[in-house]
């Protein structure tokens, strides 16, 4: 019974003189407009006839089947090849390399609903340029789907919650939490169940949290723990093959009640141009907020890292930086404002010497510093590519470096506009959207998760319209 019902979904096609033999459940992830989803069972001996060149249909099958390109970047006949099937936005989208992404054009083109009843904490996007898969964390649920969106793969971690993620490739994502230990390695081999049953520590302190995460190499990855007595962290890169600590950077002791001595970096981001590790941290305390950012050389000994500055006045809600514009980013806690500090004008400790230049409303910038205002609490800010993003509650603001004249290589400025409908707050429904509360960039895609919403976003810089899986 079971090799007839095999046998009933199998489809072979003859195309251009070679035979391939695929399923109906394979062929319908092209989507409902395009002819291969409506290709029924076939036996060899009456195989469908396509006239195409059967080299291009092989890399075509071996996406439907995989979710991505056995060997990217796609040439410019695969795309059209993929165009003359009528693949839907979400395939052309995931064939499209990086550089097609474009923010003023993102529209929503799928809804994935996630399983259980606990709304997204976290999503991200692996950092393939070409075929970019997506994770997202629920409760203790990590879950992938292909590039393609068609398929999706769940494990379930030791993690009651997840709070940080970070997809180190389409077949491997870690998962971390504030309040529990370890970072859970979650493997999604594609061609066997999915894994969570390897963790890394820090040696000096199994029982930490981890805080923070941030994948600086393809093969490594830095994760922040913090001790369960709070009172002592460390930022440690791990090398993924040999799952052994590689390098312990920025340790910090709390001696006392002098907490804002040893602010924890909650925020990590990696600079692969510049080799460094943005680590960034801010404390709430009865004089405001004060926090720490800091640069350090992954690859050297030193204990001291390459920059640091303490913010005080218009602290940080939170920061960002920029290997394309060499620059860090930071939205204001108190202004909400968006402000830029230059890596090339970076030297010294940062104390004598204010590096951040508002690219915003400056006079609203420095009323709110003077008011003590809280107008960037809960705003995020991420960089991708030659593009700034800050997520405003619900909506997300995009900031492009533009020339002010028509000589190349004259001044430049920051430009600020909006993805999608900009500041309105409803969708073209004439629905309220809700906060962001997590969000990734890769490939040609934004992802977004909101509060209480059981179901990831997926934007893409191609034409579409949203649907539900």
């Known amino acids: 019974m079971a090799s007839a019902t095999a046998s009933s979904s199998v489809v072979t096609l003859n195309v251009g003189g070679e035979l391939f033999q695929t399923t109906t459940a394979t062929l319908s992830r092209a989507g409902a407009s395009s002819p291969l989803a409506s290709l029924g069972p076939s036996p060899a001996d009456a195989p469908h006839l396509l006239d195409r060149d059967p080299r291009l249909f092989a890399a075509i099958l071996s996406f439907l089947r995989n979710g991505r390109l056995a060997s990217p970047p796609p040439s410019p006949a695969l795309l059209a090849e993929a165009r003359h099937f009528s693949l839907d936005g979400l395939l052309l989208s995931s064939l499209s390399p990086a550089s097609a992404f474009s923010p003023l054009s993102l529209r929503p083109t799928a809804l994935l609903p996630l399983t259980g009843r606990v709304a997204p904490s976290a999503v991200a996007i692996s950092p393939s340029p070409h075929a970019a898969s997506l994770v997202a964390a629920h409760g203790g649920v990590v879950t992938s789907f292909d590039a393609a969106l068609a398929s999706r793969t769940s494990v379930l971690t030791p993690l009651p919650t997840i709070d940080s993620l970070v997809a180190v490739s389409p077949a491997v994502a870690l998962a971390g939490a504030r309040d529990f230990p370890g970072v859970q390695l979650c493997r999604f081999p594609g061609d066997a169940p999915a894994t969570a049953s390897e963790a890394l520590y820090w040696p000096d302190s199994p029982s930490s949290s981890v805080l923070s995460m941030a994948a600086t190499a393809a093969s490594e990855t830095a994760s922040h723990f913090e001790s369960a007595r709070r009172n002592s962290s460390a930022v440690v890169a791990f090398d993924l093959n040999s799952l052994s600590p590689v390098v312990e950077i920025g340790r910090k002791e709390v001696f006392g009640a002098d907490v804002e001595a040893a602010i924890p970096p909650t925020k990590l981001g990696w600079l692969a141009g510049h080799s460094l590790l943005l680590a960034a941290g801010s404390h709430s305390g ?8 800091r640069l350090w050389d992954v690859r050297a000994s030193s204990t ?21 514009l060499s620059a860090l980013f930071k939205v204001g806690a108190a202004s909400g404002e968006v402000f830029m500090a230059d890596l090339r004008r970076l030297s010294g400790d940062g104390i004598s010497v204010d590096p951040w230049v508002c690219i915003g409303d400056r006079q609203r910038a420095g009323a709110a510093t003077a008011s003590r205002r809280k107008d960037g609490n809960g705003c995020r800010i991420e960089c991708y590519r030659n593009w700034v993003f800050v997520a405003r509650g619900a909506y997300v603001e995009v900031w492009t470096q533009v020339e002010i004249t028509s000589e190349p290589g004259e001044k430049k400025v920051m430009r600020r506009n909006w993805v999608g409908n900009g500041p309105s707050v409803v969708t073209a429904d004439g629905e309220e959207m809700d906060k962001i509360v997590s969000w990734a960039f890769g490939g040609g895609r934004m992802a977004l998760a909101r509060v209480d919403k059981r179901s990831v976003e997926v934007w893409d810089s191609a034409s579409g319209t949203i649907s539900g899986e």
């Open 286 to 293: 009865p004089a405001g907020m004060v926090g720490d950012i």
């Open 304 to 324: 001291v890292p390459v920059w640091e500055v303490r913010e005080e006045d218009d602290c940080f809600a939170d920061v960002a930086a920029s290997d394309s």
